[in-house]
């Protein structure tokens, strides 16, 4: 039996914690650094820095409930 690779399968497990799932939807990852984390930036201070990351992956439902993330519309 073959092992299905990424390029014939791209959405049968989520980036995030490698679960297969048939429920993936494509979002952009975001880091959110707390203030307190980002002394060098006066501007932002009390604020949280959050950071959007380009590349797209695919998460399965309990990721995108439980970090955050920026869906593809
Ligand atoms: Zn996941």
């Not at 791209?10 to 707390?34: F, M």
Request: charged content about 25%; proline content about 15%; some cysteine.
């Amino acid at each position: 039996m073959p092992t299905p690779g990424p390029s014939d399968h791209p959405s049968t497990t989520c980036d995030s914690c490698g679960a297969p799932d048939d429920d993936l939807a494509p979002v952009h990852r975001v880091y959110v650094t707390p203030a307190a984390w980002d002394l060098g930036s006066p501007d932002e201070r009390g604020e949280e820095h959050v950071q959007v990351l380009d590349e797209v992956e695919r998460w399965c439902f309990p990721c995108r409930s439980l970090y955050p993330h920026q869906p593809l519309t």
